[in-house]
């Protein structure tokens, strides 16, 4: 943890799910014989074995495109003031930067050919001190907007991010990024759809970055941007995607192969609407994070303005032992808040039982994950 705060070892309570077929095993599964262990205290796992991660999905902290008026009041500085305790005490914690980080620098002539209006987003340089300050460790650069300003865009994101010593990865000049924290070295890569990132669209590509990183590092981190966009894409569809004409990436097939070939934790964005989860080889995958801080540039209605925060805790292999998904909001006048009413967690519940038959783990209300255990 990053400022020293306690793990807490949570108390879970008990759940019943309905049974279902494994094929696999040709067994039989009823309601009572997946449970979670609750009410019942296991073994701790040892401090010093395990890793904490915070993840959130889209942060772009407004955008002098076309005119200063969509940035936020305070200059930005009090985008992360509700979330900060759970940004700073993790070990790692991770997110999508959606834009760049430039102060002057026209935008990429091919981005204004657009028949409808084009959302461009363009940072102040200072705001990578906002991101610094809030505790991130790990930034995804591969997106759909990491190319809006060009080449002079992007240099200048990664020269700020260097100098802050954030961490990052997804371009196609800068594929991976291995790091050590407390002793633990990680890899991490991501991948998008668009121009000048890692390809998502190339699995036996990524798949063969993922192995060789995995041969440098304890734990492999990968991000994906990728899936169609707003209210109509909440569904992890098991199938390839397409947006606008453009191809978005088979989100299962990706993440299952990247798992495969050695990623510990998947971390997907780009929807702008939260999606299921799902364990798979007891590794974590969350198929869109949704949007975290996104200050008054796209669409926070809905189910648009929920804004999950993962934290999880992982072994130093990379093994899932649980987590929790803490909910928070965002209203185009009053920003990030606290979400009393959990709203987030209780659609990544919803999402998660109802896109996956065996999604090997269970969600609870107040946002707590386990593995679901089979007796």
């Known amino acids: 943890m990053k400022q020293g705060t306690p793990i807490l070892i949570s108390l879970y309570i008990v759940l019943l799910l309905p049974g279902c077929i494994n094929p696999a095993a040709q067994k039989v599964i009823t309601k009572e014989a ?22 959130v999905g889209d942060m772009m902290l407004g955008t002098t495109y076309p005119d200063s008026t969509a940035l936020p009041p305070d200059s930005g500085r009090r985008s992360f003031k509700y979330a900060l305790k759970d940004l700073q005490e993790a070990d790692l914690t991770f997110g999508n930067l959606e834009g760049v980080l430039l102060d002057t620098g026209a935008p990429l002539a091919m981005k204004l050919k657009f028949k409808s209006k084009p959302y461009l987003f363009k940072m102040p340089e200072k705001f990578g001190d906002i991101f610094k300050d809030a505790g991130f460790d790990v930034l995804s650069v591969a997106n759909n907007h990491t190319n809006d300003f ?6 200048s994101t990664v020269k700020i991010l260097d100098s802050l010593g954030i961490h990052y990865a997804g371009l196609k000049t800068y594929p991976t990024k291995t790091f050590v924290i407390k002793g633990v070295k990680y890899g991490f890569c991501a991948f998008s759809p668009n121009s000048q990132t890692v390809s998502l669209l190339d699995i036996k590509g990524a798949t063969d970055i993922i192995k060789e990183l995995k041969q440098q590092s304890d734990v492999v981190i990968v991000s994906f941007h990728g899936g169609g966009e707003g209210v109509d894409f909440e569904h992890v569809p098991l199938a390839d995607e397409s947006y606008k004409g453009e191809r978005r990436g088979n989100v299962t097939a990706f993440a299952h192969a ?77 920003g990030l808040m606290p979400d009393t009413l959990n709203r987030a967690s209780k659609r990544i519940k919803l999402l998660t039982e109802t896109d996956f038959e065996q999604p090997g783990l269970i969600i609870s209300e107040t946002g707590a994950i386990t593995p679901a255990v089979i007796n």
Do not use: W
């Open 34 to 55: 997946v449970t979670l262990a609750a009410d019942t205290i296991a073994a701790p796992t040892p401090v010093d074995t395990t890793i904490s991660i915070a993840a």
């Open 150 to 155: 060009g080449l002079k865009g992007r240099n």
């Open 258 to 334: 990247a798992i495969d070939a050695g990623a510990d934790v998947i971390l997907g964005n780009g929807p702008h609407v939260s999606r299921a989860m799902e364990l798979y080889k007891n590794r974590l995958i969350a198929y869109s994070l949704g949007n975290f801080c996104t200050y008054r540039s796209v669409s926070v209605a809905g189910v648009c303005g929920m804004a999950p925060l993962l934290k999880l805790r992982i072994t130093k292999k990379g093994q899932f032992l649980d987590g929790r998904i803490v909910s928070y909001k965002q209203t185009h006048d009053k």
